[in-house]
Structures are given as C-alpha cells and as structure tokens.
C-alpha cells in the first residue's frame, strides 16, 4: 500500500487517544509494540532488534505511539526515510476492529507531520493475513497498490567468462555513469510504458527520485546497471544489486 503526502484524510474524533514521538524513555515499549504487539520494553525481541545489523543503522526519531483513554502506549508506528523522496511505515498489529481507528488515527498522525518536500511518497508492506492492519491504511489514506509475488533463483557463475553477444551491430550496451544518467532516465521511463508492476505509482515521484531509490536498494554497483539501446531507442533495462 502506499500513501501520497498529503492526501491521507483525518479522523473524525482523535481527542481521546494521543498520538506523539516516542521519546527515549518510551523507545523500548514501542518497538517491543511494534515486534510483539505487546508493551513490554524488556522482550528479548527488542534487545535482538537493536543488536541486528538493521537495528543499529535505523534512526528511531519518527518512531510513534499511540496512547489510550488509560494513557498507556498501545500501538506503535515507525516510519523510515529512504532514497527517492520515499518512506516505509511499520506498525503493530491490530488486534480487533475497534482497534483499527486507533491505529488509523496514528498512521494518520505520522504521515501528516512529515515535511512533503522531503518525503512525497510513504509504503507499507503486508502479509496477506493482515486484513485489520490494511483496513487501518485505508482509513487513513492509503491506497492499495499491488499483490507482490518474489521470485528468485540460484545465481552460477560460469568457470569461464563467457562472451557477450549482441542481437546486431546497431545494438549497444550501457553500463550506468553520470554521463549516460540521461540513457538510464530514458529507458527506465520507457520500461513503464502500459506496465502492470505497480501502475498506481506512476507519475508519483520523478525520475531521478526514482534512480536514487533504485541505487540505494541493496550494495550499488555500476557495473551491474544496463541499459540496451538499438539505435537510440531504448530496448532494455536491467538493475542488480547485491543484497
């Protein structure tokens, strides 16, 4: 799901509830929140969380709670900036229904106070079974994108370095640098033409926003950027990263 700032929409009633920044003494109940459902600051998952390589590297500053009508953390959201003008919001579980306009309420809270010229577009990743969780994004703007599907398989590398071969001599090929950034740009945005990989994100970010995210997704290797042109119309563009 993804939500494009500012269009989440606000809840009819948040006077109760009280959404706000975790400050560092309220840290560890919610990534315990976020982890386990459960506000207890001293679960095992939270010490394994900040000892992972993952946990050392986030920055905890948009890490949110929300407070019931008993003022005690009860839902905790984290939104993570990344490359592109882009964010990734986490959030604990829902539990019921009812518990979907509080959860709303603070998915609603976090995205409403990020700076849109610093962040233009905000995602969230769900398991399928999650049905409450993806009830609570709607409410609060989001939208739905894609049912993503991951495919993989086992990479050999050849004992001999194998010849590259061109469909013909009025084909070739580009790895990325700066002075081919206009090819890239070209052939990227040519790829989206009638896509069926996230159509609802086109036209939401620029290209270079779109470059920039691309080159932050796992070890950046230029050499492992291509670009295919016949003639000077684009064919192909394929983008590794080791991960």
Same mark, same amino acid.
């Given at each position: 799901?993804?939500?494009?700032? &500012? ?9 109760? &509830? ?5 400050? !560092? ?18 679960? !095992? ?25 008993? =003022? ?22 829902? =539990? =019921?229904? &009812? ?31 999650? =049905? ?25 590398? !050849?004992?001999? &370095? ?59 290797? !230029? ?15 394929m983008l590794l990263s080791p991960v």
């Amino acid at each position: 799901m993804a939500g494009l700032y &500012p269009s989440a929409v606000g809840q009819e009633d948040t006077s109760r &509830p009280r959404f706000e920044r975790a400050g !560092p003494d309220l840290q560890r109940e919610a990534l315990a929140l976020l982890l386990t459902g459960r506000p207890s600051g001293r679960d !095992p998952a939270v010490d394994r969380f900040l000892r992972s390589d993952w946990g050392r590297q986030i920055l905890l500053d948009e890490l949110w709670i929300a407070r019931d009508d008993r =003022s005690r953390p009860a839902m905790a959201a984290l939104l993570t900036p990344c490359p592109g003008r882009t964010a990734m919001l986490f959030a604990s579980p829902a =539990s =019921s229904w &009812p518990t979907t306009d509080l959860a709303a309420g603070l998915l609603h809270a976090v995205c409403a106070a990020q700076d849109p010229a610093q962040t233009r577009l905000i995602q969230a990743l769900l398991d399928p079974g999650q =049905s409450l969780l993806a009830a609570a994004l709607e409410r609060a703007g989001f939208t739905r994108l894609a049912e993503l599907i991951y495919m993989q398989r086992q990479a050999h590398a !050849p004992r001999k &370095p194998q010849p590259l071969i061109l469909p013909g001599e009025n084909y070739r090929l580009l790895h990325w640098s700066e002075e081919h950034r206009q090819a890239f740009r070209q052939v990227i945005l040519a790829s989206y033409e009638q896509t069926r990989d996230c159509p609802g994100l086109l036209g939401l970010r620029q290209i270079d926003d779109v470059i920039a995210g691309h080159m932050a997704a796992g070890r950046f290797d !230029p050499n492992l950027w291509f670009a295919l042109y016949e003639d000077q119309h684009p064919v192909g563009v394929m983008l590794l990263s080791p991960v």
